[in-house]
Structures are given as structure tokens and as C-alpha cells.
């Protein structure tokens, strides 16, 4: 049972930065693709970045170019980078493995980013 670990969030003033770390459980971790998600109030769960195997990676139109993704598999840790941020990055962000586009594991605790403007 892979467990995930998600810190780094707090409270930031629209424009700020954040870095944002999630530990893995378990010797899989550098096999798979893995990707950070948000959920704000009232909303579903969204895929916003995420990153293969080999390190490619992808983003949501919402956060390209002010978030990024990065892991290291030695650390079983994968980080989100996210600068500029915005009233509307407010959220619990989630990291998890994907595979065939959905969520592989069970979800961990989250961390919340609260963004103030």
C-alpha cells in the first residue's frame, strides 16, 4: 500500500510563490507518472500538472507558465512549483500516480493553498 504525504501549502498574497513536496511510500514510485491535483469548495477534483516516468511534462491551460513539476526519484518525491499565484489557485492540492489518465492510488490528507488578493 503506497501511502502519499502532500506539504508546503499555506496562506500567500496573490502574486507569491509556494513549493508544494509530496512523499511516496514504496519502491513503484519511479515507475509511474505522477500528478498533482486541486479541489476547491464546491468543486471536483482536477488533474492541474503532472509528469512521466522520463520527466516529460504536462499542464492545465489554468497554471502553464506559472506552475511546474519536477520530481526525484531517488527521494520518492515529486514538487509543485507554483508562482504568481492567484485568488483562484485557492484549493487542497493532491499529488497521486497516474495511470490511463486516472488516479492510481489512494488519496492522502492534501495540503491546503489558500491565495488572498
Known amino acids: 500500500q503506497v501511502q502519499l504525504v502532500e506539504s508546503g501549502g499555506g496562506l500567500m498574497q496573490a502574486g507569491g510563490s509556494l513549493r508544494l513536496s509530496c512523499a511516496a511510500s514504496?519502491?513503484?514510485?519511479?515507475?509511474?507518472?505522477m500528478g498533482w491535483y486541486r479541489q476547491a469548495p464546491g468543486k471536483a477534483r482536477e488533474l492541474v500538472a503532472s509528469?512521466?516516468?522520463?520527466?516529460?511534462?504536462n499542464y492545465a491551460d489554468s497554471v502553464k507558465d506559472r506552475f511546474t513539476i519536477s520530481r526525484d526519484n531517488a527521494k520518492n518525491t515529486v514538487y509543485l512549483q507554483m508562482n504568481s499565484l492567484k485568488p483562484e489557485d485557492t484549493a487542497v492540492y493532491y499529488c497521486?500516480?497516474?495511470?490511463?489518465?486516472?488516479?492510481?492510488?489512494?488519496w492522502g490528507q492534501g495540503t491546503q493553498v489558500t491565495v488572498s488578493s
Open positions: 514504496g519502491r513503484i514510485f519511479s515507475i509511474n507518472a
Open positions: 509528469i512521466s516516468s522520463g520527466g516529460s511534462t
Open positions: 497521486n500516480a497516474i495511470m490511463a489518465l486516472k488516479p492510481l492510488w489512494s
